[in-house]
């Protein structure tokens, strides 16, 4: 298995994956994402890759300047390991992978949002030396609608 950056290529093969996260979306709005967040230094995106070459994972992380301290810390935006390959350490190594990125760019530590709803990964991260300090609510700020009032297709 080789941990590797993510390019836009990979977007096909990430589709499954990001239906797994919860995050449906087309190759188009997931190589668009990912074209937003290349050449970014306060943003990096990993893919687990296979001998084959089938990505079975992938992980995306964000460097945050905290208002609690002076302390830089990272955020793990997203983690999935594909259903069929999970148990075999891509997770770990994915995690592994945010971790060096993190400490590279001078993060003290590693934070990251989880539904409520995903037992088995909170086990996870519980395992990886996370542990829950709280939890997060969400508001939506905008409307879908444009100017003249039709409602924009989410992806």
Known sequence: ??????TTRDAHQLQ???????YPAGPDAIARRLARISGQQDYAAWVAQTDRGAISGFAGGHLIMPFENDE?????????VDEQARG?????????????????????????????????????????????????????VTDTRTESGSVLQED
């Open 1 to 6: 298995m080789l941990i590797r950056p993510t």
């Open 72 to 80: 830089p810390a990272a955020q793990l935006l997203a983690l999935v």
């Open 88 to 140: 075999q350490g891509i997770g770990r190594a994915l995690v592994a992978e945010c971790e060096r990125w993190a400490m590279q760019h001078g993060a003290h530590r590693l934070t990251l949002n989880s539904s409520t709803k995903r037992k088995a990964a909170h086990a996870f991260y519980e395992q990886m030396g996370f542990t829950s300090t709280g939890l997060r609510f969400v508001k939506k």
């Open 16 to 22: 499954p994956l990001f239906n797994q996260l919860g």
